[in-house]
């Protein structure tokens, strides 16, 4: 906001002088820090934690995030609260992943009146949908069953992610493109950096496949060449057969696998089971849709969940 004192009514008292000078000190005390934009922070809102992390790196003190889903929560099963459409009514960027992770986000910001794309209109809020998959392919495909949402869990797919975030603040605060292109440029090189310590991390392993509780990790199997098996679908609520439970035993057997690979948030009495079942352990991998509220508290970033991650893998799978 600006305060234009050459409007006050002259000649000003001396009260009212004073009280402008204070009204100005007030300001100036609780107003921008050096690199924020002199009308206020953007405001971004995002669903997951991945998002969170990488707008927050890409902003730095121009942008606060909140984020939708919290720690905690299992983020397959989120849904929108009127109080959360509220939330992206306020924000200048709301950006999600995918509507085959997010069901309900694209209702919720049409009823909190934004828009998609580029198409300059003031007063409304910016969509930024972060997985160009199945956009070409008309709306079918996107609720494509099949499509694995995770992309964030491949470095090198996130790094697209956040070349998509840097763009989207870029156009809504096309002042502060200097930092955020710094910005962008240094979290994808390290992003580039996790993806050659994972790739070198399991590039000598005995087994090449995992069983995980649910479907996440697919996007991490094609870039590290795994398979995984799961006891559960691409979201975890997906009941399977006992046929199929029977089928994953064997497999376990057959090619000695000693662990399951079960998420820290979601229920774990099917992993648990499988595991006493077939003699096996149980390991935590992370699918980092939210961190858990322990992370969060002790301050665990996407990047040492992914190099934990990558430990984990590595003995899943008996790397060298
Ligand atoms: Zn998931």
């Not at 491949?154 to 956040?162: G, K, S, V």
């Not at 199929?244 to 099917?270: C, K, M, N, T």
């Amino acid at each position: 906001m600006r305060l234009s004192i050459t409007n006050m009514p002259r000649p000003a008292s001396a009260v009212l002088s004073a009280f402008v000078l204070l009204v100005i000190a007030v300001f100036a005390a609780c107003g921008s820090e050096p690199d924020e934009p002199a009308d206020g922070k953007i405001t971004v809102v995002t669903t997951t934690y991945p998002l969170t992390f990488m707008a927050r790196r890409i902003g730095g003190n121009r942008v606060s995030v909140v984020q939708l889903i919290k720690s905690g929560v299992e983020a397959h099963d989120f849904e929108p609260v009127p109080s959360n459409v509220r939330t992206i009514a306020s924000a200048d960027i709301f950006f999600y992943n995918h509507p085959a992770f997010e069901p309900w986000a694209l209702a919720a910001a049409t009823a909190s009146g934004s828009r998609s794309g580029g198409t300059a209109q003031s007063n409304a809020i910016q969509t930024v949908i972060l997985e160009s998959e199945g956009e070409d392919h008309g709306s079918q495909e996107v609720n494509d069953a099949d499509f694995d949402p995770h992309v964030w869990l491949n470095p090198l797919r996130a790094q697209e992610q956040a070349e998509r975030i840097a763009a989207a603040l870029v156009t809504d605060d096309p002042e502060g493109s200097l930092e955020y292109v710094r910005n962008s440029d240094g979290l994808e090189a390290e992003l580039r950096g996790l993806d050659e310590l994972i790739a070198r991390r399991l590039s000598d392993c005995a087994l090449g496949t995992a069983v995980v509780s649910h479907l996440a990790y697919g996007h991490m199997a094609e870039r590290y060449g795994f398979n995984q098996l799961g006891l559960a679908g691409l979201s975890p609520e997906f009941e399977s057969g006992p046929s199929h439970i029977a089928s994953v035993i064997r497999q376990i057997d057959e090619l000695g696998i000693r662990y399951i690979l079960q998420e820290p948030i979601a229920s774990d009495r099917l992993a648990e089971t499988v595991a006493a079942e077939a003699g096996v352990d149980i390991l935590i991998m992370h699918p980092l849709a939210v961190r858990t509220f322990d992370e969060a508290k002790a301050g665990a970033d996407y990047f040492s969940i992914m190099q934990a991650n990558s430990e984990v893998l590595a003995m899943a799978l008996q790397c060298s």
